[in-house]
RNA sequence: GGAGAGGUGGCAGAGUCUGGUCGAAUGCGCCGCACUCGAAAUGCGGUGUUCGCGUAAGUGAACCGGGGGUUCGAAUCCCUUCCUCUCCGCCA
């Protein structure tokens, strides 16, 4: 959510940074609503000032045994028309909210501008893209050799969309969360925490899923709740509604969930295999940190999530999204991509934002210090996906044989160096 | 699912029956000052948030889980909802 106050005092120069997300934005409506709502609040405090006022003399002349039958009378008129105005006031209100809550967060100055995801930058690469000697066959066909994956039965059981890992691709998923999150707790600092997958709407409106992005969730209509698109929801919403104390930040936490997307509009687009599900599971970093340290945290937190490719050893590079490309609460992002060489593409696993006060302001997530309440800034990233880091380690560590080789460092979560049939 | 108890400031906890100088006693904590070589103890003072108006000093409103109602006036009465706890039932 932005700040109406800012609004207030540069709004040309606020409505020209959103319009760089691509799409208008009209802000002027925005502004004539305030207007009448102060001038409005003004009207009614001054009347309940006088009610309180005059409250405060019936009191004393009722306790002086005086006639207070006019004062009363006057009151009740007074007290009918504050009524009127509060629910005016209450309405007025009601819709400035939710027209604060419709518009996206605009993106840092660094963030370059652009008009689609064709012009985002790339920052860095890492690894060597392998060579095989063989033509590289698709993760879909050699999981199915390997029963590691049951597509058919899956969708037999949901829907498309919905995997159902077996023997060892199962084992492969379960070695890939616990590798991440032990590496984020004992290596990267961070506090593990297993949320609800189902919240309410005031969470998903806190990280700004709600309003705007409801028809991307699955919602439970009889219990008025959410399946979570990503944990972090839940984790971000922790602290909302809280004074966070200065001395504990920077707060860190990594937390596995499944996710679940409807990714309504985008049936036929890049489905082969794991590309993209209902339901997956994601390792997620989330931070609360001071407003000046928040860039400095982000970067570090893209790291994190590089260290885990690294470890893996898969190739990988990383993109700074521009304005168009930027998510609607974000102000900064960088995806991180793997190269895939049987999909023959990359593939992204991770997508780290800077979200800056936007969800802090939304959720209500404030730190106090000298110079009085501040919110804080949340920043977040993948630390990975497992689906397309699932696909990148069987489509990179393929054999010729139809085999695959298991990385290093998932050899002791997964009892083997190799799966074959 | 059924029955009961309760939700008050950073925390603990009064006030609710009997509506009115109650944004709220008291204690703890925290900050400042005094005393002290220093500390502890003690004493004194201060200590919430949000929204308005104002350059500011200041000032008005609102907030006692949320929403609504009664009333000139609600922490206090009524309705409703959420949450916590206890007991019973069911259950991985």
Same mark, same amino acid.
Do not use: M, P
């Given at each position: 959510m932005l700040d109406i106050k800012e609004i207030r005092i540069n709004p040309e120069l606020i409505r020209q940074r959103i319009e760089t997300k691509n799409g208008k934005i009209d802000l002027e409506a925005l502004? &004539?609503?305030? =207007?009448k709502r102060r001038t409005l609040s003004k009207e009614t405090d001054d009347m309940k000032y006088q009610r309180n006022t005059v409250s405060q003399a019936i009191s004393l002349k009722k306790r002086n045994k005086e006639d207070a039958a006019a004062e009363i009378a006057d009151m009740q008129k007074l007290s009918t028309r504050i009524k009127e105005n509060d629910i005016e006031l209450s309405s007025l209100s009601q819709k400035l909210k939710n027209q604060l809550l419709a518009i996206p967060n605009y993106p840092s100055l660094n963030t370059p501008v652009g008009k689609s995801e064709a012009d985002n930058v790339e920052i860095s690469s890492w690894g060597v893209i392998p060579k095989f000697d063989f033509e590289p066959k698709d993760h879909l066909g050699i999981a199915e050799k390997l029963k590691m994956l049951d597509l058919k039965r899956g969708a037999k059981i949901s829907g498309s969309g919905f995997p159902l890992?077996?023997?060892?691709?199962?084992?492969?998923e379960r070695a890939l969360i616990n590798f991440m999150l032990d590496l984020h707790i004992t290596e990267h600092g961070y506090t593990e925490i297993f949320p609800p997958y189902l919240v309410h709407s005031d969470s998903a409106t806190g990280t700004g899923q709600l309003p705007k992005l409801a028809d991307d969730m699955y919602y439970l209509k009889e219990d008025d709740l959410w399946l979570i698109p990503t944990a972090e929801v839940p984790v971000t919403n922790m602290h909302r509604d809280e004074v966070l104390s200065s001395a504990d930040f920077p707060i860190k936490y &990594?937390? #596995?969930s499944g996710c679940f997307?409807? !990714?309504a509009g985008s049936y036929g687009k890049d489905t082969r295999g794991?590309?993209?599900?209902?339901? #997956? =599971?994601? &390792?997620e970093m989330v931070q609360f940190v001071h407003p000046d340290k928040s860039y400095e945290a982000w970067e570090t937190l893209i790291g994190n999530a590089e260290t885990v490719l690294q470890k893996l050893e898969l190739p990988y590079r990383v993109l700074e999204?521009?304005?168009a490309d930027l998510s #609607?609460?974000?102000a900064r992002c960088r995806d991180i991509e793997l190269w895939a060489p049987g999909c023959k593409k990359w593939l992204e696993v991770s997508s780290c934002s800077n979200f800056e006060d936007f969800q802090a302001r939304r959720a209500n997530i404030r730190y106090k210090d000298d110079s009085g309440m501040h919110f804080v800034h949340t920043i977040n990233g993948s630390g990975v996906a497992t689906p397309r880091l699932m696909i990148?380690?069987? !489509? =990179?560590?393929?054999?010729?044989?139809?085999?695959?080789?298991?990385p290093k460092v998932l050899q002791s979560y997964m009892g083997t160096d190799k799966i074959q049939i």
């Open positions: 502004l &004539v609503l305030d =207007n890992y077996t023997g060892w691709g199962a084992r492969l &990594v937390a #596995f997307r409807r !990714e794991l590309q993209r599900l209902h339901q #997956f =599971n994601k &390792v999204l521009c304005t #609607f609460a974000a990148a380690i069987i !489509e =990179n560590y393929q054999q010729s044989d139809g085999s695959i080789l298991i």
